[in-house]
């Protein structure tokens, strides 16, 4: 005798958290004009999931009626006390859900709602999907189109890996490959950058989808200053995952320099105390990157193992 299976229903209320196959975090900031219009989109999309979901939308101290807004709906808010942070929002939404994979998605309206179903389906044979946007997205401001091309460029060389999109806020992450990283993982928009590289430094198995990226509803948060803020950060979590990436290049680069004075001063027949100190900074640099990749194996980090 066949028993059937028991029927799954969609679990978005603002009750406890109850365990489902995927809970989508929406972290929202001033984001009163398309709240309400993300929150039906996806309601629409997820109907073709195959099991539950739970929609989780964190207000991270909005100053307009963006929590108001979304309680109308029907979905479940966390309010934050004061303005933390894209990152902070992410991780209450993420410890407030219960189940197996995670998705994120901005309340702005420019990621798809659509494509979610298509990235859970993705996350079968992945630790992390990524709906990957066009560095040339019509959705993406001319202004930062240079800024990211650059960005996605040295995070690619640095995590020895091509990466079509550094930074997309679209994607579904398996709940137990994540929450190991979410002690590193920063309380503002580098978020999704920091677990963009620590997934693939650490050989987990991501995938990229591609996606339509559109124009946003309401005024972005992102400031020009965040440009260095995610260079300096791309070079932090390499060297904290794979340090030779950054002091091999480095100390190359000063032994050259070194090298080049050194044979200057053979003509003149006068060594320069610069060209030494430039060889020997080049040695002390390298081994200083010796010694971080040691700490970084040493490391309790989780390896992908698919």
């Known amino acids: 005798m066949s028993i059937a299976a028991p029927e799954l229903h969609e679990v978005d209320t603002p009750d406890a958290p109850a365990v489902c196959r995927v809970a989508i975090v929406i972290p929202a900031f001033n984001e009163s004009g398309g709240v309400v219009k993300t929150i039906a989109e996806l309601r629409s999309a997820l109907s073709e999931l195959d099991g539950q979901y739970e929609i989780v939308l964190v207000d991270d101290g909005s100053t307009d009626d963006t929590a108001a807004r979304a309680e109308t709906t029907g979905v479940r808010v966390i309010r934050q006390p004061r303005n933390l942070g ?32 298509g990235l859970v389906a993705a996350a ?50 398996r709940r137990t490959t994540l929450e190991p990283f979410i002690p590193i993982l920063p309380m503002g928009f580098s978020f999704t950058t920091t677990i963009t590289l620590a997934m693939l430094c650490t050989q987990h198995r991501v995938i990229y989808q591609p996606i339509e990226y559109r124009r946003r509803i309401g005024k972005s948060k992102i400031r020009p200053v965040d440009f260095i803020n995610f260079m300096m950060l791309v070079l932090r979590t390499v060297v ?24 200057y001063d053979l003509f003149l027949w006068n060594l320069s105390e610069s060209a030494v100190m430039a060889m020997l900074a080049a040695l002390v640099i390298w081994s200083l990157g010796l010694l971080a990749d040691m700490i970084a194996r040493l490391q309790l980090w989780p390896r992908g193992s698919r």
């Open 86 to 117: 894209y990152g902070a929002a992410l991780k209450a939404g993420i410890a407030a859900t219960q189940s197996e994979l995670v998705a994120i998605t901005d309340a702005d309206g420019t990621y798809p709602a659509e494509a979610i179903p």
């Open 124 to 173: 079968a044979d992945a630790d992390m999907v990524v709906g990957a946007r066009s560095a040339w997205s019509a959705g993406i401001p001319l202004v930062r189109r240079p800024a990211k091309w650059f960005l996605t460029r040295l995070a690619s060389y640095l995590a020895g890996q091509r990466i079509p999109d550094l930074n997309s806020g679209l994607r579904v992450l």
């Open 240 to 263: 904290l995952f794979n340090p030779l990436k950054v002091f091999v290049p480095l100390g190359l680069g000063l032994l050259v320099l070194g090298m080049a004075k050194f044979v």
